[in-house]
């Protein structure tokens, strides 16, 4: 694994710029060049409009604005014939083509108010959908930090991206770490939901990992479980009392993020099994999920 700070050449591209040659690709560079302009179009929209979106939560301008930008990029790749967003009820018929893509442009845009982290999750299906994740083919996720990073696991191999625009003209995508690995000794947990609200199993599991590890909670998944992926340990947006199913999409969120982290040698659960190998039932469907170092999902699934 190379060290997060320097850059290697080895994958540098221009992101989107048509060289790719498969949908898959070329999904993934879609993202890539759109995230600098996503970026460049947070400021001016976070206010919050009067709609709300599939799973019932009042959108940003910014969320619509990204998924009508993600949308007309991604329905027009060959080879992509589903498109669907968590912004968005229906799924949108892209013409013949074997992928079906899967989008939150914005995972945590609640946190553009208080300006903190968040970011665009990708998920390419090699399945109509609502489909398992098992059949992803790739995953990736760009973060907005303070600097903008993406990360893409295909080929069961996880790179670390960072993604800079050139005179604003195109977007480069320079690898920083290849082969990306969860560290072996876990550092850190990001727990989401009230904890009022925590099952009683869940909790009492959560006072162990409290007593073991260190607390890194942003509020948007895409940050929390790149503080995971960077320095082991593990991410829940667990089940709740008042909401046993929990809060996060299983085909939007959860299934892409498993995939990326399983890549990374890491585990994912819904509590009972892997989140790859959960059968879906609708496209808005919501999990809990917990990720990160294998030896605490088995304690996770033991302990439930
Ligand atoms: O997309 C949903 C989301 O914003 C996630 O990014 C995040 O993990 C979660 O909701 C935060 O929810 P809460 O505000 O309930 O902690
Ligand atoms: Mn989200």
Do not use: C
């Not at 999750?121 to 907005?144: C, E, I, K, N, T």
């Amino acid at each position: 694994m190379g060290d997060a700070d320097s850059s290697t050449d080895a994958e540098s591209s221009r992101a989107g710029s048509g060289e790719s040659s498969d949908p898959v690709s070329e999904a993934i560079a879609v993202v890539a060049r759109s995230a600098p302009e996503i970026r460049g179009g947070l400021a001016g929209r976070r206010r919050k409009t009067d709609a709300e979106n599939a799973s019932g939560e009042v959108q940003m301008a910014a969320d619509v604005w990204a998924d009508e930008l993600l949308e007309s990029r991604l329905t027009a790749i060959d080879g992509v014939g589903q498109f669907a967003s968590e912004e968005r009820e229906d799924v949108v018929d892209a013409g013949e083509g074997e992928y079906a893509v899967t989008v939150d442009p914005l995972d945590g845009s609640s946190n553009l108010k208080s300006n903190n982290s968040m970011g665009t999750v990708l998920g390419v299906y090699d399945a109509d959908l609502p489909a398992r994740g098992r059949d992803l083919v790739a995953a990736a996720y760009v973060l907005f930090g303070p600097i903008t990073t993406m990360v893409v696991a295909r080929d069961g191999e996880v790179t670390e991206y960072v993604v800079e625009s050139k005179n604003g003209e195109f977007a480069e995508r320079r690898a920083v770490r290849e082969d990306v690995t969860l560290p072996d000794d876990p550092v850190v947990y990001g727990f989401g939901g009230r904890v009022p609200d925590w099952t009683d199993r869940f909790a009492d599991y959560a006072r162990e990992i409290e007593d073991e590890l260190k607390l890194r909670y942003g509020g948007a998944m895409i940050g929390d479980v790149n503080q995971v992926l960077t320095y082991g340990g593990v991410f829940a947006y667990p089940e709740l009392d008042s909401r046993p199913e929990g809060k996060l999409r299983l085909q939007f969120e959860a299934n892409p993020i498993a995939f990326v982290v399983e890549a990374a040698g890491g585990a994912s659960s819904n509590g009972t099994e892997s989140l790859l190998a959960a059968e879906p039932e609708g496209v808005h469907q919501r999990t809990p999920m917990y990720v990160g170092n294998e030896e605490l999902i088995e304690r996770l699934e033991a302990q439930f």
